[in-house]
C-alpha cells in the first residue's frame, strides 16, 4: 500500500509519499501563486489541482514505484479559510479566494454589530469576526457580486474542492468547519442564522464527515492521470494544524504543539471542553470528531520574517540564519511588535500595527533580523501566557514548520516562553499526520499516532532564562500599551 499525504499549505503545496510502516518514500513541493490587487488576495484552483497531479506523478518517479498494483490512498490536509465557488456541474466560477484576502473589512464589522458577541463566540468558538472567515467574504460576495453568489450551487473550503475533483463528491469534515464562521462548535452543524445573512443556503454547503473518514475511490477520468496503482482512494484527512500534531504524538492532553510557519499558533487537545472560556483564543472540534482543540493563532509568525526578507532583498536559510545570530548580542537591539497584520490574541487590539521601538542609525541587517525574530518570540510567550489559564500545565511543546528548522530561532522561543521545545526530525508533520490517518482508516495504525511504533526522535530545547530576557519583554509590553493602549 502506498498513501499520498497532500498538504495544501499557504505558502507551499506538498506531497509526501509513505509506505505502510511510515518510510517516507519521496517528497515533492511547488510554491503557490496568487493574484493580488490591493486587499484582494484570488487563485486559480484548477491550476492547483493540476499541480497536485504532477506533484504525485514526481513523488512516484522518485520512489521508483511508479507503476504498481498496489492499492493507493490519496489523504488531504492543509489550510481551511480559503473558499472556491463552483457550480452545479462543478465547475469553477471565479478565482478561488484566499484567506489571506482583506476585502471584507467592513463586513467583519457588519457581523460584530449584527450579532451579540459573547453569544457568536458561544455557537461558533472564535473570539472575532476576521476579514479571514469565508463567512465575510460570502457577506461581501452577496453585496458587491451578488450574481456570482447567486450562480454558486456549492460552496467549498479548498479541501473541500480538491476531495471534489478527485471524486466527484461534495463533501467536507470536522476538523475544518469552525474556521468558516458558519458553524456550531457544540452541535457539530451549520449555523443557520449565519448562512442566511451571509446570503448562503444548506443546500451549497457540503456534508460533513468525520475527519480521516475514507470517501470512496478517485474517479476514473482522474485515475487516468495519476501513477499506476490497483486502486485510488481518498481520505478526507484533517485540518493541517492537528496533522502536525497526529504527526508529532503531540495530538494527547499534556503536551501543546506550535506551528513555526507562515502564522504562529499554539494548539492542545482539551480534556474537558466546558465552553465557557474567555473569548481570547479559539476552539474547534478536533481529529476525532467528538475532541474539541484549544487553538491559538497569530496571523504574524514567519509571515514577518517572510515580510523582513523580501523588503531587504534577502535571502537567507535556516542555517544562515543561525550563523549570523550564533553569537549576536541582543541587549542594544530594537523591540520589534510583529503585528504587521493588525489584530493578534491574545489582546486582540484592533489599533494594533507593526513597529520598531528605539531604533537608531546604529543599526544594520543584523540587528533588524534579530529583533523580528526576537518580537515573533514575545507574541509566543504571550499566548503561553494565557493558554495556561485554560490548560495550566502547559510548560513544553513541540515546534513545526520552517521556523523550527533554525535552532538560534527555537532556543530564543524556549528562553523567552520558559518552555521545553522539542523538535521533531522529520520536516513534514503535516503530511506524516495525514499519512497516519490514511493508515487507520484500514486498521494499520492508531489514528491520531500517539502508539509506541509512531513516535520519531526529537530535538530537545530547554529554556535558559536571563533578567536581560525579562526587560525585553517587559519593554515589548509596555511598548505595546503606550502606542496602542491596553487590549480590547
Given at each position: 500500500m502506498r498513501v499520498y499525504a497532500v498538504d495544501l499549505g499557504t505558502t507551499n503545496l506538498k506531497v509526501a509519499l509513505y509506505d505502510e510502516g511510515m518510510r517516507q518514500l519521496a517528497l515533492r513541493s511547488a510554491r503557490m501563486n496568487y493574484q493580488r490587487n490591493g486587499n484582494i488576495v484570488e487563485f486559480d484552483p484548477e491550476s492547483w489541482f493540476d499541480q497536485i497531479i504532477a506533484l504525485i506523478h514526481s513523488c512516484a518517479a522518485a520512489?521508483?514505484?511508479?507503476?504498481?498494483?498496489?492499492?493507493?490512498?490519496?489523504?488531504?490536509?492543509?489550510?481551511?479559510?480559503?473558499?472556491?465557488?463552483?457550480?452545479?456541474?462543478?465547475?469553477?466560477?471565479?478565482?478561488?479566494?484566499?484567506?489571506?484576502?482583506?476585502?471584507?473589512?467592513?463586513?467583519?464589522?457588519?457581523?460584530?454589530?449584527?450579532?451579540?458577541?459573547?453569544?457568536?463566540?458561544?455557537?461558533?468558538?472564535?473570539?472575532?469576526?476576521?476579514?479571514?472567515?469565508?463567512?465575510?467574504?460570502?457577506?461581501?460576495?452577496?453585496?458587491?457580486?451578488?450574481?456570482?453568489?447567486?450562480?454558486?450551487?456549492?460552496?467549498?473550503?479548498?479541501?473541500?474542492?480538491?476531495?471534489?475533483?478527485?471524486?466527484?463528491?461534495?463533501?467536507?469534515?470536522?476538523?475544518?468547519?469552525?474556521?468558516?464562521y458558519l458553524f456550531d462548535i457544540n452541535t457539530a452543524d451549520y449555523w443557520d442564522s449565519m448562512m442566511s445573512f451571509c446570503g448562503v443556503g444548506r443546500g451549497q454547503m457540503p456534508a460533513l464527515l468525520m475527519p480521516g473518514t475514507d470517501i470512496g475511490p478517485v474517479r476514473p477520468v482522474i485515475k487516468s492521470l495519476l501513477p499506476q496503482a490497483m486502486r485510488y482512494s481518498v481520505n478526507v484527512g484533517v485540518l493541517d494544524h492537528f496533522a502536525s500534531m497526529i504527526g508529532t504524538g503531540s495530538y494527547r492532553p499534556g503536551i501543546a504543539s506550535e506551528s513555526a510557519g507562515t502564522v504562529l499558533s499554539l494548539a492542545a487537545v482539551l480534556e474537558n471542553y466546558r465552553g465557557n472560556y474567555e473569548p481570547v483564543a479559539s476552539y474547534h472540534r478536533g481529529a476525532r470528531g467528538s475532541d474539541f482543540v484549544l487553538f491559538d493563532i497569530c496571523d504574524s509568525g514567519g509571515l514577518c520574517l517572510d515580510w523582513y526578507m523580501k523588503i531587504s532583498s534577502s535571502q537567507i536559510a535556516a542555517h544562515d540564519l543561525d550563523n549570523r545570530l550564533a553569537r549576536y548580542d541582543f541587549r542594544s537591539a530594537p523591540i520589534f511588535l510583529p503585528y504587521l497584520t493588525g489584530v493578534n490574541p491574545p489582546d486582540n487590539n484592533k489599533a494594533a500595527r507593526g513597529a520598531f521601538i528605539d531604533l537608531t542609525l546604529s543599526h544594520d541587517q543584523i540587528d533588524i533580523m534579530y529583533s523580528v525574530i526576537e518580537g515573533v518570540a514575545h507574541l509566543l510567550r504571550r499566548n503561553v501566557e494565557y493558554c495556561r489559564t485554560v490548560v495550566p500545565s502547559l510548560d513544553s511543546f513541540v515546534s513545526t514548520g520552517g521556523g523550527a528548522m533554525s535552532a538560534v530561532w527555537t532556543q530564543l522561543k524556549a528562553d523567552i516562553s520558559n518552555c521545553q521545545i522539542f523538535v521533531p526530525s522529520e520536516k513534514e508533520a503535516a503530511c506524516r499526520g495525514a499519512a497516519i490517518m490514511g493508515l487507520a482508516s484500514r486498521g494499520l495504525t492508531d489514528s491520531c499516532g500517539n502508539s509506541d511504533d509512531m513516535r520519531m526522535p526529537m530535538r530537545e530545547y530547554s529554556p535558559a532564562p536571563s533578567d536581560e530576557r525579562e526587560a525585553r519583554y517587559c519593554r515589548f509590553l509596555e511598548s505595546i500599551e503606550k502606542l496602542y493602549g491596553p487590549a480590547q
Open positions: 520512489s521508483g514505484i511508479e507503476t504498481s498494483q498496489d492499492e493507493a490512498i490519496i489523504v488531504l490536509t492543509g489550510q481551511a479559510e480559503s473558499i472556491v465557488l463552483v457550480d452545479r456541474d462543478y465547475h469553477v466560477i471565479c478565482p478561488g479566494i484566499s484567506w489571506l484576502d482583506n476585502r471584507s473589512a467592513a463586513e467583519c464589522e457588519e457581523i460584530s454589530s449584527r450579532f451579540d458577541p459573547a453569544e457568536s463566540f458561544r455557537i461558533t468558538g472564535q473570539p472575532q469576526v476576521t476579514s479571514t472567515w469565508p463567512a465575510t467574504k460570502l457577506r461581501w460576495l452577496s453585496r458587491h457580486e451578488p450574481q456570482l453568489l447567486g450562480r454558486s450551487a456549492y460552496v467549498l473550503m479548498l479541501k473541500d474542492y480538491v476531495q471534489m475533483k478527485f471524486t466527484g463528491e461534495i463533501l467536507g469534515e470536522l476538523s475544518t468547519r469552525a474556521f468558516s
